[in-house]
């Protein structure tokens, strides 16, 4: 998967229309050939690969470091739609570990948005429109089009499976989380979030969908399942 903010100048100039392409970094597929990106871009795309990694494992001070160098390195353009893009980056890292707080950050930029920056926007709030889907990054638009076809209901297994088939695992922790967010909840998209989180070490992101299902498990009366999770996160906070 290309994480690209190395590319993202090459974009801007005009030469292709950029979109994101993964939950924390921009995509700038069909950009050609252009001069080697510039020290900022490579500089931001370290600081928030790192600053993105720190956050899902809950290493707060590293997290909050990074980012900052990110925003440094992005602010150095004078370029707000930039800025805004940045901080959807970071509110896509923050959905998918079911961190909902609006994205605040974003939202203080979000009238110099671009336009696809203002679906993805959207899409993370779990309210995508049926013109967004194509704008968003292909790994997110399956999700965004079965939000947009159907009310919300619980998704059997395997419509989990066809909807998160395929892909890195941020993008489809991502669609897991804004599924559920839009309200298709169900054990088979809990377990999907659990199963991924839990893939990948991602600390943060695993005890917050663990004590979803959980809290689902207590609800249902499963007292055995409802224990084990509970063990599960005991053992994470250790």
Avoid at 73 to 99: I, K, N, P, W, Y
Avoid at 141 to 152: D, F, K, T, Y
Avoid at 232 to 237: A, C, E, G, S, V
Wanted: proline residues 5%; positive net charge; glycine residues 6%.
């Amino acid at each position: 998967m290309t994480h690209s903010i190395k590319l993202l100048e090459k974009c801007i100039a005009g030469h292709t229309r950029c979109v994101l392409a993964a939950i924390s970094f921009v995509a700038l597929a069909g950009c050609g050939s252009q001069p080697p990106a510039p020290d900022w871009a490579i500089g931001a795309e370290a600081a928030a690969q790192k600053a993105t990694t720190a956050y899902l494992q809950g290493q707060q001070r590293v997290e909050g470091l990074q980012w900052q160098k990110a925003r440094d390195a992005v602010a150095g353009t004078g370029r707000l739609d930039l800025a805004a893009r940045m901080e959807l980056m970071r509110c896509a890292a923050q959905v998918a570990s079911l961190e909902w707080n609006g994205c605040p950050a974003y939202q203080s930029l979000a009238r110099d948005a671009a336009v696809p920056e203002q679906a993805y926007a959207r899409y993370l709030n779990a309210e995508p429109r049926a013109e967004d889907v194509e704008l968003l990054p292909p790994d997110q638009q399956a999700a965004a089009r079965h939000i947009v076809a159907r009310a919300g209901r619980p998704l059997a297994a395997e419509e989990v499976r066809q909807l998160i088939s395929a892909g890195e695992p941020l993008p489809r922790l991502l669609a897991v989380a804004v599924l559920l967010r839009a309200g298709h909840a169900s054990p088979e998209l809990l377990r999907a979030g659990v199963d991924i989180a839990s893939a990948q070490g991602w600390r943060r992101a695993l005890m917050a969908w663990l004590l979803l299902q959980a809290q689902a498990a207590e609800r249902a009366g499963d007292a055995d399942a409802a224990s084990h999770i509970r063990r599960r996160l005991d053992l994470l906070q250790k």
